[in-house]
T-cell receptor, first 112, second 115 residues
Framework: DAKTTQPNSMESNEEEPVHLPCNHS???????IHWYRQLPSQGPEYVIH???SNVNNRMASLAIAEDRKSSTLILHRATLRDAAVYYC?????????????FGTGTLLAVQP | EPEVTQTPSHQVTQMGQEVILRCVPI?????FYWYRQILGQKVEFLVS????????KSEIFDDQFSVERPDGSNFTLKIRSTKLEDSAMYFC?????????????FGPGTRLTVL
């Protein structure tokens, strides 16, 4: 499985945008980039996914570099509720598995 | 909005005892999973289940573990003889497909404490 690299932690102020980076330099052409987050004491929660084009949904935006070796999850206005661990996960067609492989993620702290 | 539920929220057991963790996946989903997270560590895949069979299991999922869908709504994880190192949060998840774009929906977890 292709590996992702994320900063261990980031801080943001409430109501400001947050850009969470993810490097995936060994991504293959058919790997999708998924983001999940885990709020304190909860199970992981899907945020967004994309392949090549930038994606928007009600939770966030995903900006994917042209060479696909990196991506950025964008929270447009952070709230206290967005404090969580954010995981960048690659999912590809390489095998029969549909499991999610979690790394250590980025712990986002949001200050009031 | 439909959600995955898990019971109990916290289970305390003695080493060597059997435990059954229960999950009710989202009703129209066909693919079911168990993950675990030891305190302070990564979320780890244990097993996936489809059509009443295990699709894939990790190295962690040894003979002490089993899964079952005993009826049309529940999905269970049984640990036959618990060890201290089984103490962790156990998360159930479900999805309606198994493709690389399918979303897995997670439950709130069961905290298992083995004494």
């Amino acid at each position: 499985d292709a590996k992702t690299t994320q900063p261990n932690s980031m801080e943001s102020n409430e109501e400001e945008p947050v850009h969470l980076p993810c490097n995936h330099s060994t991504i293959s052409g058919t790997d999708y980039i998924h983001w999940y987050r885990q709020l304190p004491s909860q199970g992981p929660e899907y945020v967004i996914h994309g392949l090549t084009s930038n994606v928007n949904n009600r939770m966030a935006s995903l900006a994917i570099a042209e060479d696909r070796k990196s991506s950025t999850l964008i929270l447009h206005r952070a709230t206290l509720r967005d404090a969580a661990v954010y995981y960048c996960i690659l999912r590809g067609y390489g095998g029969a598995t549909n499991k999610l492989i979690f790394g250590t993620g980025t712990l986002l702290a949001v200050q009031p | 909005e439909p959600e995955v539920t898990q019971t109990p929220s916290h289970q305390v057991t003695q080493m060597g005892q059997e435990v059954i963790l229960r999950c009710v996946p989202i009703s129209n989903h066909l693919y079911f999973y168990w993950y675990r997270q030891i305190l302070g560590q990564k979320v780890e895949f244990l097993v996936s289940f489809y059509n009443n069979e295990i699709s894939e299991k990790s190295e962690i999922f040894d003979d002490q573990f089993s899964v079952e869908r005993p009826d049309g709504s529940n999905f269970t994880l049984k640990i036959r003889s618990t060890k201290l190192e089984d103490s962790a949060m156990y998360f159930c998840a479900s999805s309606d497909g198994q493709g690389v774009t399918d979303t897995q929906y997670f439950g709130p977890g069961t905290r298992l404490t083995v004494l």
